[in-house]
Each structure stands twice: as C-alpha cells, then as structure tokens.
C-alpha cells in the first residue's frame, strides 16, 4: 500500500544526488495489520488492544514519508503542514492538518494528517481514480501519484 520514489545515487552537475523515500498510507488496513502484527506477535488474534486498532474507523488519513535525509528537516515542524498536499481531480487541494515526525532507521519519518471526516472534507472513493501526495521540501519536491484501483484490499478501498 504505497511505494516509494525510486532513483539513482549518482551526483553530476546535470542530476542531483538522489534519496529513497518510502511513502505509505498508515490507516489503509494491511498497514495497521502489519503493525499490529509486530506488536502483538502471536498474540495478535487473540488481542483486544489489537481487534480494537484494527477495527477503528479513522477520521484522517495519515501518510508517512520514511527515510528522509535530516538536512531536509531543518526548520519549522508547524510549518509544515502547509507544504503538503493531497490532490483529487476535480477538488480543491487538501492541507495536512497535523505532522509529526521521529527518527527512524534510515533518516527521518514524517508523518502528515489530512483530514477525512470532518465538515467540509472530502472523503476519498474509488471514484475518485487517483490521488497524488505533493510536498516540498527545500528545494526538493516530493510527488506520489496513487492509483485507487491499486490500493483495494478485501473489495474496500484502504487508503
């Protein structure tokens, strides 16, 4: 459920080093089923703590850049939040409303929080055929267009 921006290491003039970022929907179900998983272990089935995370109807959907480099978090965390977008055809971009961020294994995680179900946001269908997450760091934009058709699990769109 999500991918990553694949590219090179090579630094020329003409092409800018490259980074590999890895971009997810942490409420999409096999996400939070993976999560579950590695904190309950065996446990997982039998697990309220886990039944309960996994059954929750989320009211944002948060998508997280793994990996980034830390140089491209240097600044205002708040401020954040309104370099990143989610962009449905046919709608007004979306603001995160919230991010967070942790460091991880490879760089740096960030976590960006749209909202879904409030007044006057837009919940996203199959329908909706693509939504592209937009961000710009620096000088550095990152893009990842995600084909809804792609992300059904179990007949339900999981984003």
């Known amino acids: 459920m999500g991918g990553g921006a694949r590219g090179g290491g090579i630094s020329t003039p003409e092409a800018p080093p490259s980074q590999t970022v890895l971009i997810r929907w942490h409420t999409a179900l096999p996400v939070k089923q993976a999560v579950a998983r590695m904190r309950y272990g065996n446990e997982v089935a039998s697990s309220p703590e886990a039944a309960k995370n996994l059954s929750r109807e989320e009211k944002q959907y948060i998508v997280g850049i793994i990996g980034l480099p830390p140089m491209m978090m240097r600044g205002n965390p708040a401020k954040l939040k309104s370099l990143a977008l989610l962009k449905i055809k046919g709608r007004p971009p979306v603001e995160a409303e919230a991010v967070q961020t942790d460091k991880g294994e490879r760089g740096v995680n960030l976590y960006l929080f749209f909202p879904k179900v409030q007044p ?6 199959l329908e909706d055929s693509e939504v592209e997450l937009s961000m710009k760091l620096g000088s ?13 699990f179990d007949g339900k769109l999981e984003i």
């Not at 006057?120 to 269908?125: F, R």
């Not at 550095?140 to 059904?152: H, N, P, Q, W, Y």
């Open 120 to 125: 006057g946001s837009h919940v996203i269908t």
């Open 140 to 152: 550095t934009e990152i893009r990842r267009r995600f084909k809804l058709k792609d992300m059904v």
